[in-house]
């Protein structure tokens, strides 16, 4: 029992550097990049057989919470560190962090195939996710409740459309919390009343809402062109995020996120490169 218990303690101080002779990432956060994580993680493998990725989502702030504790190397948010947690960062290992802007996203507004609303303004959607409109009819839809999905707490989606949508209020105690953007599309595509939010590359199965700023103002549809241009109001950067300027086999994972072929996954997966 005891040499079992030192094996354990050799393996996992080994962890976080050499797995088996393989240099070990840890790739942790933002559900909404899961799915573009993975795919640049299995990719670089193939070419790179001596360095192993592990992904894993949980929200951003979970990924920001690992990244402080020394429990990730990478963390992986669709949101901007907060101050107090570049502070912490700071307190605890000497460097505020290092962050890298790795895609752009349209945050899309998901609505169910059969929804006849094809555009809301900035200020409906607040409306809609702070409990002043409750019926479709109100917003040019069917007379029905409005059955409103969203993102839980930790995640960097549910920060930044408080935020930038509803401009720091509250939502409404309806809005029906789900576990990640999958499971938002999920509920939407099979409820006819309901809306949600989310990474653009999740939009499958549903209808993606126009958006546009003001009552007054042309929608846009979160594509390409429109999040470069700036005039899809919704869109953000997604990032990644390290304690200190990365090295060795960790500098060359995330310069090949960023290049040419990295960048190309981006577009494969449905998010925008930002090359």
Known sequence: MKQ???????????SNMTLFGQEK???????????LA???AEKYMVAHPDVVIQVTGGGSGVGISALINGATDICNASRPMKPSEFDKLKQRYGTRGVEIKSALDGLSVYA???CPVQELSLGQLKDIYTGKITNWKDIGG???KIILYG??????????FKDNVLMGDDYTSTVQSMPGTAAVVNAVAKDKNGIGYGGAAYGKGIREVKVKKDATSPAYA????????????????????VRNRPTGALKNYIDWT???EGQKIVSEVGYFPIR
């Not at 079992?4 to 080994?14: P, R, Y």
């Not at 990432?25 to 799915?35: A, L, Q, R």
């Not at 390409?224 to 950067?237: A, F, H, L, M, T």
């Open 258 to 260: 960023l290049s040419e």
């Open 38 to 40: 993975q795919r640049w």
């Open 25 to 35: 990432i840890t790739v942790k956060g933002s559900d909404t990049m899961v799915i």
């Open 151 to 160: 993102r839980e707490n930790s995640s960097g989606t549910y920060v930044y």
């Open 222 to 241: 979160p594509t390409v062109e429109n999040i470069k241009s700036g005039d899809y109001p919704i869109s953000r950067y997604l990032y990644m995020y």
């Open 112 to 114: 169910n195939a059969e």
């Open 4 to 14: 079992a218990g030192i094996l354990v303690l050799a393996l996992a101080l080994l």
């Open 142 to 144: 069917p007379n029905a």
